[in-house]
Structures are given as structure tokens and as C-alpha cells.
């Protein structure tokens, strides 16, 4: 049993379209990460969330995490080609140094 | 900087076979952690370190020997390989583990038993 559940696991849209990724749990955590990973490759962290309530965003990308620290979501907006590729979040929990991913969602933006 | 590295790249072995996958990182990096990578399932935690000589189990551990001998290295061991074992393996690091750290990951081994 995964302790971060994303969902949708797939995403195809147009370009243009705006998208909505949740990242959800039943455990509270300290932090809340957000990776993309391209074929062949390692995941690249996006952003880091820790505050419950916290929103940041990264030009297109709007990041929230949620008020009671047990999810968070990732918005796209006017999504382009290059945002395809593997979207992983990843929670830690402040006691240990563990992190625990999420099922992934694996985002297609059509040209 | 080279990052994190990886050898190999790609793997098959055959059922009972051992071996050891490569990671090194040229960042000084504290705390430093093995994955493995299945369809539908996320990144998994199997063995981490938070220094040379200190290690522990992750979410997966059964299976895999790690060792942590200097800062730079943190291999991994199949004892004896089992189709179950079939992924794609990241390794990585952090400054120190903490839960706002960066983790820096390595390209992956993608490993076949066959």
C-alpha cells in the first residue's frame, strides 16, 4: 500500500489546456516535494512545501499544500509541450530520513 | 560537478546471480539513498545513508546489502537475484537528509532478471 496516492495516474491534454495533479495521504508530513522525471532520466525537484495552507508557484506551475499537511496539489496552466514527462510528489515526515513517493502521474501535452 | 553517477546502465542477469550497482556523488553529500522504480508504484525507498558508515533500511530492504565505507560511494548489493528484482534503480543524495533538502538523483541502472 502506497502512503501518497496521486492521482489521475495518466494525463493527456491539448496544448493550451489548464491540468490539475492531487497527491494524497491519510499521514500528516513535515514537507511535501514535487519531482518531474523525463524518459531515462532521474527525477529533478520542482518545488518544496512545508507550511500547511502554503501555495508557490514556478512560472506556469502552482503548487499548494494542504492545510492539514496531508496532500497537496500541483495546477498547470496553459500547459505546453514540454511539460511532458512523469510528475512525482514525495512526502517526509520530520522524525527519520525517509521519503516517501507517490504513485506518479504521467502527463502528455499534444502540440 | 559530475553529480550523481550510476554504473551500470543497463543490466541482465540470470536468477541467483550477484552483483553491485554504482553510485557516487561528488558533492559532499551526507545522506545518500538507493530506489527502485516500478510501473504504477512511484520510487520506493530500500537502503539510505546519513554518513560513512551509517546505514539503514528503507521501505524494501529485503534482498539488498548496502555499505557506505567513504562519502563519495554508496553501492548496492543483490545477493542473489530474483525476477521480483527486475526495475529501474536511482540512487541518490542530499546535503544531510533533512526534509527540506534537495535530492540530487543519479540517471538509473535499469536491471532485468531474467
Known amino acids: 500500500t502506497q502512503l501518497l496516492e496521486q492521482s489521475p495516474q495518466f494525463l493527456s491534454i491539448q496544448e493550451g489546456e489548464n491540468l490539475t495533479v492531487y497527491c494524497n495521504s491519510s499521514s500528516v508530513f513535515s514537507s511535501l516535494q514535487w519531482y518531474r522525471q523525463e524518459p531515462g532520466e532521474g527525477p529533478v525537484l520542482l518545488v518544496t512545501v512545508v507550511t500547511g495552507g502554503e501555495v508557490k508557484k514556478l512560472k506556469r506551475l502552482t503548487f499548494q499544500f494542504g492545510d492539514a499537511r496531508k496532500d497537496s496539489s500541483l495546477h498547470i496552466t496553459a500547459a505546453q509541450p514540454g511539460d511532458t514527462g512523469l510528475y512525482l510528489c514525495?512526502?517526509?515526515?520530520?522524525?527519520?530520513?525517509?521519503?516517501?513517493f507517490g504513485t506518479g502521474t504521467s502527463l502528455t501535452v499534444i502540440p | 560537478n559530475a553529480g550523481v553517477t550510476q554504473t551500470p546502465k543497463f543490466q541482465v542477469l540470470k536468477t541467483g546471480q550477484s552483483m553491485t550497482l554504482q553510485c557516487a556523488q561528488d558533492m559532499n553529500h551526507e545522506y545518500m539513498s538507493w530506489y527502485r522504480q516500478d510501473p504504477g508504484m512511484g520510487l520506493r525507498l530500500i537502503h539510505y545513508?546519513?554518513?560513512?558508515?551509517?546505514?539503514d533500511q528503507g521501505e524494501v530492504p529485503n534482498g539488498y546489502n548496502v555499505s557506505r565505507s567513504t562519502t563519495e560511494d554508496f553501492p548496492l548489493r543483490l545477493l542473489s537475484a530474483a525476477p521480483s528484482q527486475t526495475s529501474v534503480y536511482f540512487c541518490?543524495?542530499?546535503?544531510?537528509?533533512?526534509?527540506?533538502?534537495?535530492?540530487?538523483f543519479g540517471p538509473g541502472t535499469r536491471l532485468t532478471v531474467l
Open positions: 545513508s546519513v554518513g560513512a558508515g551509517i546505514t
Open positions: 541518490a543524495s542530499s546535503y544531510s537528509g533533512g526534509h527540506t533538502d534537495t535530492q540530487y
Open positions: 514525495a512526502g517526509a515526515r520530520r522524525a527519520g530520513n525517509q521519503f516517501y
